[in-house]
T-cell receptor, first 114, second 114 residues
Framework: KNQVEQSPQSLIILEGKNCTLQ??????????LRWYKQDTGRGPVSLTI?????NTKSNGRYTATLDADTKQSSLHITASQLSDSASYIC?????????????FGTGTSLTVIP | GAGVSQSPSNKVTEKGKDVELRCDPI?????LYWYRQRLGQGLEFLIY????????KSGLPSDRFSAERTGESVSTLTIQRTQQEDSAVYLC????????????FGSGTQLSVL
């Protein structure tokens, strides 16, 4: 059973609009949660990291939130650009972390159209 | 180089042939991971190397899959007697020991088995 579920599976939005991607997880306890962006034909790149004590963190037009009580995280993209078109992957790292345990979501495919 | 380098970027092979995929991690990164990503699916853990410790091979799907790493440098993933279900993108990632939760990915090798 996948312990990290992402929604929606895919999303199409107009350039300039905002959107929010969701990540629900059952991994417990956890060390931290990361959002990665994967452009087509490329490997994932880390966007932001959330520790269990953090509620929100911003990285430019990207804002991640975390509710450790409900085990939910969201990634909000403001004023979307065509270059935001990519797959966004939520990754949860458990405690203890032996160094090779990463729980990957299946990703949300975002398409930004002009 | 500055990032994780993988080669070849694309590989087309016939069913039953052996293939070898290469990964050059970021210099100084002690941890190296191989993942498989099937179309529309999440990342599937294959194998993990950490320094000179014995690798974690628990994710390898069959004995047709093997991987080696020379010290803390290059790694090769070998798939023997390839099958059509082996078609996927094979991603390599590396991380620093002191921050082993942030993965740096290569662009992957797209393997197509005809």
């Amino acid at each position: 059973k996948n312990q990290v579920e992402q929604s929606p599976q895919s999303l199409i939005i107009l350039e300039g609009k905002n959107c929010t991607l969701q990540c629900n997880y059952t991994v417990s306890p956890f060390s931290n949660l990361r959002w990665y962006k994967q452009d087509t034909g490329r490997g994932p790149v880390s966007l932001t990291i959330m520790t269990f004590s953090e509620n929100t963190k911003s990285n430019g037009r990207y804002t991640a939130t975390l509710d450790a009580d409900t085990k939910q995280s969201s990634l909000h993209i403001t004023a979307s650009q065509l270059s935001d078109s990519a797959s966004y992957i939520c990754v949860v790292i458990p405690l203890p972390n032996t160094g090779n345990q990463f729980y990957f979501g299946t990703g949300t495919s975002l398409t930004v159209i002009p | 180089g500055a990032g994780v380098s993988q080669s070849p970027s694309n590989k087309v092979t016939e069913k039953g042939k052996d293939v070898e995929l290469r990964c050059d991690p970021i210099s100084g990164h002690t941890a190296l991971y191989w993942y498989r990503q099937r179309l529309g699916q999440g990342l599937e853990f294959l194998i993990y190397f950490q320094g000179n410790s014995a690798p974690d091979k628990s994710g390898l799907p069959s004995d047709r899959f093997s991987a080696e790493r020379t010290g803390e440098s290059v790694s090769t993933l070998t798939i023997q007697r390839t099958q059509q279900e082996d078609s996927a993108v094979y991603l390599c990632a590396s991380s620093m020991e002191r921050d082993n939760e942030k993965l740096f990915f290569g662009s992957g090798t797209q393997l197509s088995v005809l």
